[in-house]
C-alpha cells in the first residue's frame, strides 16, 4: 500500500529524488512522513506533510536541503534532497497516518502504515 522508490548510489552534494507510491487506502486524506534508518541507528523523522500539503515539517538535520511534497491526484508523496552529505546514507521509508500530525509529526508511532525503504548511499 506504501512503496518508496528512488534511492540509490550517489556523491555527497548531489540531489535525489524518492518517490512514494500509495494505493489502497485514501491516504490523500492522512498525514505522511519520511523516516530514515542509517546502519546501526535508530530510525529517525526526516520530514512530513499534512494531507493537503500545506503544511510541512522537517528534521533540523535536513532543514534548507530536503523538501517533502505530494500530488493527491497521483497518489504519490515525494522527497527531493539536495545537497547530500554522507550522513543522509541511510534506508528511507514514507508513513501514512489516519490521525492529524499537528504536533507529533516526528514520532513513529503516529504512523499506521509504513511501506518497504528504498536504500540512499552517499559516498564522499
Known amino acids: 500500500q506504501l512503496q518508496a522508490c528512488g534511492g540509490g548510489s550517489v556523491q555527497a552534494g548531489d540531489s535525489l529524488t524518492l518517490s512514494c507510491q500509495t494505493s489502497?487506502?485514501?491516504?490523500?486524506?492522512?498525514?505522511m512522513g519520511w523516516f530514515r534508518q542509517a546502519p546501526g541507528k535508530e530510525r529517525e523523522f526526516v520530514a512530513a506533510i499534512s494531507w493537503s500539503g500545506v503544511t510541512t515539517y522537517y528534521a533540523d538535520s535536513v532543514k534548507g536541503r530536503f523538501t517533502i511534497s505530494r500530488d493527491n491526484g497521483k497518489n504519490m508523496m515525494y522527497l527531493k534532497m539536495s545537497s547530500l552529505r554522507s550522513e543522509d546514507t541511510a534506508v528511507y521509508h514514507c508513513?501514512?497516518?489516519?490521525?492529524?500530525?499537528?504536533?507529533?509529526?516526528?514520532?513513529?508511532?503516529?504512523?499506521?502504515?509504513w511501506g518497504r525503504g528504498t536504500l540512499v548511499t552517499v559516498s564522499s
Open positions: 489502497g487506502r485514501p491516504f490523500s486524506s492522512y498525514g
Open positions: 508513513a501514512a497516518s489516519r490521525r492529524s500530525l499537528e504536533s507529533a509529526y516526528a514520532e513513529g508511532g503516529r504512523y499506521d502504515y
